[in-house]
């Protein structure tokens, strides 16, 4: 499509200011093609977007889509009665979706680098693009959060034939791409709302990796039974990491200093010592699988071992936010029940007085589905507070709600309330943190807002 496509007409987005439609916009226009976009807030966004010199027009209407547009990219949350995508159409405009643009993109690159899995993909692809940013390999990178090892940006434009990209497997958008080498972190049970079930999720991860040629690679971790089985067959490369089973790449001599963990990197033929600055047991993985994939690379080891050191995580992952009646806050965008899990360890490796965990339940599709995960998943936690579900693209059925789910957790570890609004959040929380707590917003929908609330109100 953009081998063939008309470099003096318009690529037009539907939707700019999302985090990865700015992206592709960013690096298309780097490219050279002419951009404009809309969205229905100005934002940050959209303001460095115009400040690059693409046409920013605030507000969707039919008015937007002019003659010189040659193709109009949207994102799955536009819907068909949008007046600039029912105007495109009338056009005759050719209309496609952001992740098969995405999937163009992937094509005009020797080394496309996919990172895939439920869950880590987004520190993961920034803990790759640190280390080949570090090796002078000048990779071109499309994340899923802002990190500053780019700027503060989602997205970098390099001039090498690297390009790294997070996959996500929702509406199976990463069939659209086509990868030279792919990091499988895990495979669950998550976007049931989309998928039939789990072996419907293996079989699009199995058929995204049979996309890897002979000459790329897989990235696995062994340690997952589902990786396990969507490997199987495939004809790149194939390589292991785990610290539990037999693998190429192993983490050994794990420890942890100051919260953070220290291990060393074990394969075959060599050794590399790690410092992690990003807490939590679960980044051992997704460094080891940073390691494998970029060894096959031949990266220097230096280069990855001051590159692991300096990552401090991508935004809302475990990020430090501030503080509020002496208690660290820090905010996430964990929304299912094993990364939950999995931010409470590495809150808990802080060795914090009392854990409090502020939770907004992201859909009902995925409250209903995993209630059960959810109900066993505070164990850790001091204290939990429940907020309303964040519906995103759906309706309320009045299946599930977040005063059901908070009496499901307190039927297992009693230790959950549910409040209505953000201001009884607050207010409960002045009330009873204290110095020497940890407070985790966590969530995919607004909940990140409390944690610069209380922060704003501390100060």
């Given at each position: 499509?953009?081998?063939?496509?008309?470099?003096?007409?318009?690529?037009?987005?539907?939707?700019?200011g999302?985090?990865?439609?700015?992206?592709?916009?960013m690096?298309?226009?780097?490219?050279?093609?002419?951009?404009?976009?809309?969205?229905?807030v100005?934002?940050?966004?959209?303001?460095?977007?115009?400040?690059?010199?693409?046409?920013?027009?605030?507000?969707?209407?039919?008015?937007?889509?002019?003659?010189?547009?040659?193709?109009?990219?949207?994102?799955?949350?536009?819907?068909?009665?949008?007046?600039?995508?029912?105007?495109?159409?009338?056009?005759?405009?050719?209309?496609?979706?952001?992740?098969?643009?995405?999937?163009?993109?992937?094509?005009?690159?020797?080394?496309?680098?996919?990172?895939?899995?439920?869950?880590?993909?987004?520190?993961?692809?920034?803990?790759?693009?640190?280390?080949?940013?570090?090796?002078?390999?000048?990779?071109?990178?499309?994340?899923?959060a802002?990190?500053?090892?780019?700027g503060?940006?989602?997205?970098?434009?390099?001039?090498?034939?690297?390009?790294?990209?997070?996959?996500?497997?929702?509406?199976r958008?990463?069939?659209?791409?086509?990868?030279?080498?792919i990091?499988?972190?895990?495979?669950?049970?998550?976007?049931?709302?989309?998928?039939?079930?789990?072996?419907?999720?293996?079989?699009?991860?199995?058929?995204?990796?049979?996309?890897?040629?002979?000459?790329?690679?897989?990235?696995?971790?062994?340690?997952?039974?589902?990786?396990?089985?969507?490997?199987?067959?495939?004809?790149?490369?194939?390589?292991?990491?785990?610290?539990?089973?037999?693998?190429?790449?192993?983490?050994k001599?794990?420890?942890?200093?100051d919260?953070?963990?220290?291990?060393?990197?074990?394969?075959?033929?060599?050794?590399?010592?790690?410092?992690?600055?990003?807490?939590?047991?679960h980044?051992?993985?997704?460094?080891?699988?940073?390691?494998?994939?970029?060894?096959?690379?031949?990266?220097?080891?230096?280069?990855?071992?001051?590159?692991?050191h300096?990552?401090?995580?991508?935004?809302?992952?475990?990020?430090?936010?501030?503080?509020?009646?002496?208690?660290?806050?820090?905010?996430?965008?964990?929304?299912?029940?094993?990364?939950?899990?999995?931010?409470?360890?590495?809150?808990?490796?802080?060795?914090?007085?009392?854990?409090?965990?502020?939770?907004?339940?992201?859909?009902?599709?995925?409250?209903?589905?995993?209630?059960?995960?959810?109900?066993?998943c505070?164990?850790?936690?001091?204290l939990?507070?429940?907020?309303?579900?964040?519906?995103a693209?759906?309706?309320?059925?009045?299946?599930?709600?977040?005063?059901?789910?908070?009496?499901?957790?307190?039927?297992?570890?009693?230790?959950?309330?549910?409040?209505?609004?953000?201001?009884?959040?607050?207010?409960?929380?002045?009330?009873?943190?204290?110095?020497?707590?940890?407070?985790?917003?966590?969530?995919?929908?607004?909940?990140?807002?409390?944690?610069?609330?209380?922060?704003?109100?501390?100060?």
């Amino acid at each position: 499509m953009l081998n063939s496509f008309d470099k003096q007409l318009k690529i037009h987005f539907i939707g700019i200011g999302g985090v990865s439609m700015s992206g592709i916009a960013m690096i298309l226009k780097h490219r050279g093609y002419h951009i404009s976009g809309s969205d229905n807030v100005e934002s940050h966004t959209t303001q460095r977007l115009e400040d690059n010199g693409i046409q920013i027009m605030i507000g969707q209407k039919k008015e937007n889509i002019s003659s010189e547009i040659g193709l109009v990219v949207y994102t799955a949350a536009i819907k068909e009665d949008n007046p600039e995508l029912m105007e495109a159409k009338n056009q005759n405009i050719p209309c496609v979706e952001r992740s098969t643009m995405l999937g163009e993109l992937t094509k005009q690159y020797e080394n496309t680098i996919a990172i895939c899995g439920t869950h880590g993909k987004t520190t993961t692809t920034s803990m790759v693009s640190s280390c080949f940013i570090e090796a002078k390999k000048d990779p071109t990178v499309q994340v899923g959060a802002d990190f500053k090892g780019l700027g503060g940006l989602n997205y970098r434009v390099g001039s090498s034939e690297h390009f790294i990209i997070e996959a996500c497997e929702y509406v199976r958008s990463f069939l659209s791409f086509r990868p030279k080498s792919i990091i499988v972190l895990n495979v669950e049970e998550d976007h049931l709302d989309y998928y039939k079930d789990i072996e419907d999720i293996k079989s699009a991860f199995h058929e995204f990796l049979s996309y890897a040629p002979k000459d790329g690679c897989i990235v696995y971790n062994h340690d997952d039974a589902n990786c396990q089985e969507v490997v199987k067959n495939q004809t790149a490369h194939l390589i292991s990491i785990g610290l539990q089973t037999e693998s190429d790449w192993m983490a050994k001599n794990i420890s942890l200093v100051d919260g953070f963990y220290e291990f060393d990197a074990v394969s075959k033929e060599e050794t590399i010592s790690i410092g992690l600055r990003v807490p939590g047991y679960h980044n051992i993985y997704n460094a080891l699988a940073t390691i494998a994939l970029c060894k096959f690379y031949q990266l220097d080891n230096f280069a990855i071992q001051n590159a692991l050191h300096e990552f401090t995580g991508a935004s809302r992952r475990f990020e430090f936010v501030g503080t509020f009646n002496g208690a660290k806050i820090f905010d996430d965008y964990a929304h299912h029940p094993t990364e939950i899990m999995a931010t409470i360890h590495s809150a808990k490796d802080f060795h914090p007085h009392k854990l409090w965990v502020v939770f907004e339940p992201h859909t009902y599709s995925r409250t209903k589905t995993l209630y059960h995960e959810f109900s066993r998943c505070f164990k850790e936690a001091d204290l939990v507070i429940l907020t309303k579900i964040y519906a995103a693209r759906e309706k309320d059925t009045g299946e599930v709600s977040s005063q059901m789910l908070a009496d499901s957790v307190n039927e297992i570890s009693h230790n959950c309330l549910y409040l209505d609004t953000y201001p009884e959040i607050e207010d409960y929380l002045k009330a009873h943190v204290e110095e020497g707590d940890i407070i985790l917003t966590v969530g995919a929908g607004t909940i990140t807002k409390l944690g610069y609330t209380l922060t704003k109100k501390s100060s």
